[in-house]
């Protein structure tokens, strides 16, 4: 979610040294902390599949591959307005 403020703050900021560090920030949060904490997650969920009392929760593995898919969208998009700065 932060990685999509960021990417709409770039596109408003008017200094390009501000947008080169806002869009990096959108990129590095959208793409590779989310991708992280989906591991995370997911890891933790595998591990305690193991144990006699676990009851899976098939909602929270719904949200968490949403937000997974949103934050690589939004990394995605931060990437190319980064691209497309830099290009300049």
């Known amino acids: 979610m932060l990685s999509i403020v960021a990417g709409v703050a770039a596109t408003t ?3 390009s040294g501000a947008v ?12 590779i ?6 591991s995370v997650q997911r890891a933790k969920e595998q591990s305690a599949r193991r144990h006699p009392d676990f009851r899976p929760r098939p909602l929270w593995s719904q949200v968490a591959v949403v937000g997974m898919l949103v934050g690589l ?13 830099l290009a300049k």
């Open 13 to 15: 900021v008017v200094t």
């Open 20 to 31: 080169v560090v806002l869009t990096s920030t959108g990129y590095v949060l959208g793409a």
């Open 33 to 38: 902390v989310c991708t992280i904490l989906w």
């Open 73 to 85: 969208a939004a990394g995605a998009f931060s990437a190319f307005l980064l691209a497309t700065e």
